[in-house]
């Protein structure tokens, strides 16, 4: 009732009073908890678990106790944190929220009822139990009083601590409770208390101690160095964490039991997983605490500690980079055991595989000799009805895809052999999707030949065109069209234009194309329309930008592919002039200038034509008004407003002279040659430097736009018939007098 229907509660007759009983019996009960009998016993009888502690059932009272806590807790959010607490639809309601939480603040949470609840939970809660682990009420409630009542609770936790931080104090127990709720109070303290100092003076003392009970104590070092290494714990001092760690997770020392190891090695996670860690201040003791690690994970019984540790070495591995390579072999040997033995446990599985993308990334290129090792194990995740796909999908594509990134060419062909196994995951058409094309992606980077072969591009294209008439979210559109872009620029670099034009044809006959030219005229038609009865576009603007990219790449390749394929969907003229005049439209709205460059490159390509898409046409006249024009120069004015507004935008006038507006030598997205990377660099991505290949070979970042307009304008002027003068009269001449002065504000021509 207290967390369902809180105002009601503190509403009823003596509800406070009933809040007050429970905590008597909380307090009762805690001083048998928390007594020395009890956390002895409880020490004697461990049994490791993935935490580290021992497992037990509560008894009765123990379960009345938790009640009594979890009233407490609700009594705080009330007053704290009412917005959560408390729903209310009406005035009333209103106004019993502001008499409950007047009520509670005024009648139960008192100082000296605040300061008893920190106190009993400090001295009798915060002991070694597994149970407040599981079920960690009395730390929540602790939580909720420091920070809510600071002011009364964080002097007097210091007092305690300070009358207890000093080697020469060996009161075990009462310090294992100070210290876990210093962890616990870590953001609330980190100020007063010189957390550094009471590292290196004591801490580093303490966990040397070799009088018996020291472990419980060095079992809460783990826990508590864990708890502030991201709230202050210097650079200078990192060594002495490591240190630390080192040593408790030496099984030499005989206070370092299996529960203090294990506990060791589950806390280590949150050390490696810091946003200040730096690999080179840990690899003087990588060895050590890797090799440790993984011979606990070797000597635990339980899956689930198995898997704990597991965890923390994976998180070590991906800090490490390619630091952990002379480890790879050791930590590659414990894997086949592991996955031997998790039998039916998927979760120790995908814990594996997680290890092993990790593993790979991490080793980049150095990872070639363990990948034969893996495949067998990614095939048996994607293998359609195989009975892992439902578990380790995600995680095997994860592991897929780390090994094609760090692959360098040529293709083994056992990695080749998987790539079939795509096509069943686009049929799925699941969260995967996107994984699966990124992967695909990959692999026509790495093996354009072999991914572009006929049976394998013919069965890639069905697959995109049955994904993308499934009504892709505009995400995944944008992923599968830069993954056909991706595969029109290999055609390209493989064959030319043939290879463009086998391509373009596949394209066409599996749908695909024949779809986006459907889409954009779609969207024509909608926009041709006003008013209320205004049609609704079947694509929207993103989309729309990804699906004008794909034909720019099979323009900028190959203009009569490009016609070829506009004609084989519509008439050829009539389709030429809809595309145009949707695709200038749409020019102004693409917000990314490479990709609005890419656009006006391959427009301005269509120049190549002439006056029209037929070069034999009888309609291409050089007498105005004797025939309808059809051609990419009835566009003139579009093209022109299209290059004034690119060009000013490429042109970098941020050094120099920025009055100098007219240079054509200058574009922004124009990248110089990469420089190679220095020897002693961080090893890189084999897929890194294959992206960088395409990146920097893409006209985009190779042709200076203005020149290139310059060109092709000219070469349309030479080739039209009767020349310049009839150039400008019949072409020129129908532009509007604004549009040319600002074209010829760029000085191109």
């Known amino acids: 009732m207290s967390t369902t229907h809180p105002a009601a509660f503190v509403l009823l007759p003596d509800s406070l009073d009933l809040v007050r009983s429970y905590w008597k019996l909380v307090k009762s009960f805690g001083e048998t908890f928390g007594s020395k009998e009890a956390v002895t016993s409880a020490v004697a009888s461990a049994t490791t678990s993935a935490d580290g502690d021992a497992d037990d059932d509560k008894p009765f009272l123990e379960k009345m106790s938790l009640k009594g806590l979890l009233i407490i807790r609700a009594c705080l959010a009330m007053v704290f944190n009412p917005t959560k607490t408390f729903k209310y639809k009406h005035a009333e309601e209103k106004e019993e929220k502001a008499q409950a939480a007047q009520s509670i603040r005024e009648g139960l949470l008192t100082e000296p009822f605040v300061r008893e609840v920190m106190e009993t939970i400090v001295t ?45 104090n060996h009161d075990v127990l009462f310090k294992d409770s100070v ?45 508590l160095l864990a708890q502030w290494i991201s709230v202050e714990i210097s650079e200078a001092n990192r060594p002495l964490v490591y240190q630390i760690f080192q040593h408790l997770l030496d099984k030499a020392d005989p206070l370092n039991d299996q529960v203090v190891r294990v506990t060791a090695g589950r806390q280590f996670k949150n050390i490696a997983d810091e946003w200040d860690f730096k690999a080179e201040s840990f ?69 594996i595989l997680t290890v092993l ?101 013919q069965r890639l294209f069905a697959s995109f065109s049955t994904l993308l008439n499934s009504g892709l979210k505009s995400e ?92 084989s969907v519509e008439p050829l003229e009539s389709g030429m002039d809809s595309l145009l005049e949707e695709w200038f439209s749409h020019f102004e709205n693409i917000g990314d200038p490479s990709r609005k ?56 006038t941020s050094e120099g002279d920025l009055n100098n507006t007219t240079d054509n030598t200058t574009d922004s997205l124009v990248y110089p040659p990469p420089s190679p990377p220095p020897a002693a660099a961080t090893p890189e991505a084999p897929e890194d430097e294959r992206r ?22 000219q070469q349309a002027v030479a080739t039209c018939p009767g020349g310049v003068e009839v150039f400008e009269r019949e072409w020129v ?4 007098a604004d549009v040319i002065r600002g074209f010829g504000g760029l000085g191109i021509m």
Request: net charge negative.
């Open 283 to 351: 690899l003087p003791y990588a060895s050590d605490i890797l090799t440790r690690l993984m011979a606990l994970i070797e000597e635990v019984e339980l899956t689930e500690t198995k898997m704990v540790l597991l965890n923390t070495i994976s998180i070590v591995v991906e800090r490490l980079e390619h630091h952990i390579t002379p480890y790879a072999d050791r930590m590659i040997s414990l894997l086949p055991p592991l996955w031997k033995q998790s039998g039916e446990e998927h979760l120790m599985k995908q814990a």
């Open 179 to 223: 210290y876990s709720a210093i962890g616990l109070a870590a953001q609330n303290v980190h100020q007063e208390l010189d957390f550094d100092t009471f590292l290196s003076s004591t801490l580093v003392a303490e966990v040397q101690e070799t009088r018996p009970g020291y472990n419980i104590l060095r079992r809460r070092i783990a826990i």
């Open 476 to 567: 995944a559109t944008g992923l599968l069209t830069h993954v056909v872009e991706t595969i029109i620029r290999a055609a390209d670099s493989l064959g030319g234009e043939p290879a463009v034009s086998r391509t373009t044809a596949d394209l066409l006959a599996a749908g695909f194309l024949r779809q986006i030219i459907n889409g954009l005229k779609g969207s024509w038609q909608a926009h041709c329309t006003t008013g209320p009865r205004a049609a609704k576009a079947p694509i929207d603007g993103v989309i729309e930008t990804d699906y004008f990219a794909v034909l720019a790449r099979i323009l900028l390749a190959s203009t009569e592919t490009f016609l070829a394929a506009i004609e």
């Open 124 to 168: 009798n809660f915060f002991v070694f139990r597994r149970s407040d682990l599981k079920e960690p009420c009395s730390e929540k409630v602790f939580l909720d009083l420091a920070i809510n009542f600071k002011d009364i609770v964080v002097q007097p936790l210091l007092n305690v601590f300070y009358s207890v931080a000093s080697p020469d």
């Open 733 to 736: 001449g129908r532009v509007d």
């Open 597 to 652: 460059k890419l656009m006006a490159l391959a427009l301005t390509s269509l120049l190549s034509t002439g006056p029209s898409w037929r070069p034999n046409s009888t309609t291409a006249t050089t007498t105005a008004g004797s025939a309808q024009h059809h051609g990419i120069l009835n566009h003139l004015q579009s093209l022109m407003t299209m290059w004034t507004d690119l060009i000013t935008e490429l042109r970098d």
């Open 357 to 457: 993308s990790r593993l790979v990334n991490a080793m980049k290129a150095a990872s070639l000799p363990f990948h034969s090792m893996v495949l067998p194990i990614i095939k048996g995740a994607v293998e359609p009805g195989s009975d892992t796909q439902l578990y380790l999908l995600e995680d095997a594509l994860d592991l897929w895809s780390a090994i094609l990134t760090q692959t360098p060419a040529p293709v083994p062909s056992d990695l080749l052999a998987l790539a079939p196994y795509l096509f069943s995951i686009f049929e799925l058409g699941s969260e995967n999707l996107r994984k699966a094309l990124e992967i695909t992606d990959s692999y026509i980077l790495l093996a354009p030949a072999d991914m572009l072969s006929e049976d394998m591009r």
């Open 692 to 713: 960088r290949s395409l990146t920097y070979s893409d006209p985009v970042h190779t042709i200076i736009t203005a020149a290139f307009v310059k060109h092709h304008l």
